[in-house]
């Protein structure tokens, strides 16, 4: 492909004595590459543009202005080797690394053979799983705490290469053998051959891993982006972590409309950031193809070696405005635009060939008209292609390989015998059982890395060794003692910053880790929404399956704490089980925590693993641990209660509360009330639900966030559109006020769900 090789005519101009001139390592034959890849970038835009004007594609971002700076970069780094997190303005990078015009028209026109997406993202998102290209989303620098967790699960897999294999029965096959019979459609990895498929039940099946000893993740960004906070989050931990990470700010001087004084206090960021430890620093004209490329060799040669990461500040233009959509002459004087454009880089790099006598102006027109012949070749090809069918919507919005909702997550508890002696085998609190799941999983998978804020026994680690210390193991003590069982690169403190959590946690899984990370309260997980909602939940589906990213996050949620307050009390579950791609779990006692995070540890989705703080060590609920391989399947609801006269459907640490409401509504009237626990809330468990409704044609919905826009009120709308005919009464709801839980504990109790609220609501239901 013209692209992608140097026409040994064109270099013919290298003539004479310049024939061997190196210009910072590079031979005329790679800046003649470079050339072409520069041109064709800008070409693909203006191409672009035209397409977009004949409404043939729907949008248009250009990287015009960044060439230079780009294919330094992927001249500089290997495709398939390194790692990489782009941004939109990369299309001369990513076509240096190896992307071919055609794919990225295919974008354009939104084919359903658009390896970015399938049609499913915008152009210039760029997301190659072979060149290791990371799918790339909108929200500006949810990125760069990606990049910095793939640098750390390099890192990792490099320290412990045995946690990178498969692992082959009977490991595997212990927890999965479900009786199955043999499916044909399995690949032959996922074949027990005595037991039938391995069921399915394990991640590590379909995460392949590859790493590289001295491999760099690369990342970049604009000048605006490093506003962001999640950009100071990711410069901190690559620098607290010596992780070889190259941070690329392409500096146009705008963000939109916004320059750069006004986004960046004093007007440079290489000034900001030169404080940082271990970094290596350069500022660089990036539309200087062959300074750009010296500084990136510069930058890759500090992050190679294991020095720390490194920050290129790079100066570009932006001759196209910041879309199509902008017309910057509205904010920029027509003198500030020429000087940029006396500054473009694909013309300074045409004029640079020509005076070295690199290419003449024959070879020029030559290069340049073989360009054309090809993106004409390819446009021609890409308007052919066929759109994505409309019912392929929902595909990979899960994974397609494993499903946590099968019988291959059912298993049997393994509790101890009773001993002769006929004591009782002692029961375990809900917080116990989890940190001894924790313990077992670990045990058995080396990918699984815990990490948060105060999750390790202690930081400090020679205290622990000297037995100084006890160590804390998080605020709720969940995770005490396993980061002196399993060594501190498997279970470590975080920085204060929650989306960083998550975002190095996504990048990690995306190497085929598996992160079980913990935000300390519910209330604070906000931080890390974007890196929820537009990021973990949609890598898989956005990529078409390219990526995923399989975390689980521990959330210690909930109230009835009696002061508590509004900081350390909130539900809010609902605003999450409105995510598409996150599974939300939700467990109201030991033995179903066991087995629901053992699933979401196994399984090969994001979950969201929400743990009621006043469950944890009440007496409700407390159970033997239920053994090591011990599963529950999602979206299968338990019934607590049986009863023929009313439904109570909820969860958490509403369960004990309408449990004791059941107790004492049919000791006194002789109601028998069905309450179900749903234990998963998504998926959620319609049969169960609909199965107990049809039974009492009556139905009450509790739950302990506040009632309007709640977690109730799908279920309620479902219960009134599907099973209409079978209700005698109204779905009622119950949950909290509509505000937020106050610390007085007679405020909280008017706030939150009592026994009593539930009692009464059941009553009025039986009695209507
Ligand atoms: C989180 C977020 N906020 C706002 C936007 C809208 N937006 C898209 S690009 C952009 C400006 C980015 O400027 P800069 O980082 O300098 O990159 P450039 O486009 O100049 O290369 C903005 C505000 C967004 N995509 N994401
Ligand atoms: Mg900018």
Redesign the pocket.
């Known amino acids: 492909m013209a692209t992608t090789k140097t026409d040994p005519k064109l270099a013919l101009a290298a003539n004479g004595a310049k024939k061997n001139k190196l210009y910072e390592g590079l031979t005329r034959e790679q800046l003649i590459r470079a050339y072409r890849f520069m041109y064709t970038s800008r070409r693909i835009d203006d191409r672009e543009i035209l397409l977009k004007r004949q409404q043939k594609i729907y949008f248009q971002m250009s990287g015009a202005g960044?060439e230079a700076i780009g294919v330094a970069a992927g001249l500089a780094l290997k495709p398939g080797y390194d790692w990489f997190y782009p941004?939109?303005?990369d299309r001369a990078l990513c076509l240096a690394l190896g992307v071919k015009p055609y794919d990225m028209f295919l974008q354009g026109v939104g084919a359903a053979i658009d390896p970015s997406s399938g049609g499913r993202q915008m152009p210039s998102h760029w997301s190659y799983p072979d060149l290791h290209i990371v799918t790339q989303s909108?929200?500006?620098?949810?990125q760069i705490l990606q990049a910095v967790g793939c640098a750390e699960g390099g890192r990792y897999f490099a320290r412990h290469p045995k946690a990178a294999e498969i692992p082959t029965s009977p490991l595997l096959a212990k927890d999965a053998r479900n009786g199955a019979p043999t499916d044909p459609t399995l690949p032959s990895f996922a074949q027990d051959p005595k037991d039938g498929p391995l069921a399915h039940s394990d991640y590590r099946q379909f995460k392949n891993v590859s790493f590289q000893g001295d491999e760099i993740s690369y990342v970049s960004?604009?000048?605006?982006?490093?506003s962001?906070g999640e950009f100071w989050e990711a410069m901190n931990a690559a620098a607290l972590g010596k992780l070889p990470v190259i941070f690329c700010v392409?500096?146009?001087g705008?963000?939109?409309s916004?320059p750069v004084e006004v986004?960046t206090a004093g007007g440079s960021i290489s000034r900001l950031v030169a404080g940082f430890p271990d970094f290596h620093f350069e500022e660089v004209d990036g539309t200087d193809p062959v300074a750009s490329y010296a500084a990136f060799q510069r930058a890759v040669r500090h992050c190679r070696e294991g020095h720390g990461p490194a920050f290129v500040h790079a100066h570009v233009t932006?001759p196209y405005s910041?879309?199509l959509s902008d017309d910057e002459r509205l904010y920029r004087a027509d003198a500030e635009r020429e000087r940029d454009a006396a500054r473009d880089p694909v013309t300074r790099t045409q004029m640079f060939l020509l005076r070295e006598g690199i290419l003449d102006e024959k070879g020029i027109n030559q290069l340049e008209q073989e360009v054309e012949a090809e993106l004409q070749a390819a446009v021609d090809h890409a308007l052919e292609a066929l759109p994505p069918a409309p019912e392929s919507i929902m595909k990979y919005v899960y994974s397609p390989d494993i499903d946590p909702t099968s019988s291959a997550f059912d298993t049997q508890p393994v509790v101890p015998e009773v001993p002769a002696d006929g004591k009782k085998i002692p029961a375990k609190t809900m917080a116990d059982v989890i940190t001894a799941t924790l313990r077992d999983e670990m045990r058995r998978d080396e990918r699984i890395v815990i990490f948060g804020e105060d999750v390790g026994d202690c930081s400090r680690e020679e205290y622990l060794k000297r037995k100084l210390v006890k160590g804390k193991g998080g605020v709720f003590k969940l995770t005490f003692g396993l980061q002196n069982e399993f060594g501190s690169d498997r279970v470590f403190n975080s920085p204060l910053a929650e989306a960083a959590i998550v975002g190095r946690a996504t990048g990690m899984a995306t190497r085929g880790l598996k992160p079980v990370v913990e935000i300390q309260f519910f209330d604070y997980i906000w931080p890390a929404m974007?890196q929820i909602r537009d990021e973990l939940s949609v890598i898989r589906w956005r990529s078409n399956n390219g990526f995923s990213c399989p975390v689980v996050i521990r959330v210690a949620i909930g109230g009835y704490l009696t002061g508590g307050a509004i900081y350390h009390s909130q539900c809010g579950e609902s605003v999450f089980t409105h995510i598409p791609g996150l599974r939300v779990v939700f467990p109201s006692n030991a033995q179903d925590a066991a087995g629901l995070l053992r699933t979401a540890i196994r399984c090969d989705d994001p979950v969201l693993f929400l743990e009621h703080k006043r469950l944890y060590r009440e007496s409700f609920g407390r159970a033997p641990y239920p053994g090591p391989d011990y599963m529950i399947p999602f979206g299968k609801a338990k019934i607590v209660h049986p009863g023929t006269d009313l439904t109570v459907i909820t969860y958490g640490a509403v369960v004990p509360r309408a449990l004791q409401a059941a107790q004492k509504i049919e000791r006194e009237q002789g109601v028998k009330v069905e309450l179900i626990d749903l234990r998963c809330l998504n998926p959620f468990d319609w049969d169960a639900i609909a199965a107990s409704v049809q039974k009492t044609n009556r139905v009450l919905v509790a739950y302990e966030d506040t009632l309007s826009w709640g977690y109730g009120a799908e279920i309620a709308a479902r219960i009134a559109d599907q099973l209409f005919d079978h209700l005698d009464a109204p779905v009622r709801r119950v949950a909290a006020k509509d505000v937020f839980v106050a610390y007085q504990p007679i405020l909280e109790d008017a706030i939150l769900p009592q026994p009593n609220d539930l009692y009464l609501a059941m009553k009025e239901l039986a009695e209507y």
């Open positions: 960044h941004y939109y303005r909108s929200p500006t620098g949810s960004l604009g000048d605006g982006t490093t962001e392409e500096d146009n705008y963000a939109i916004v986004q932006r910041h879309s974007m």
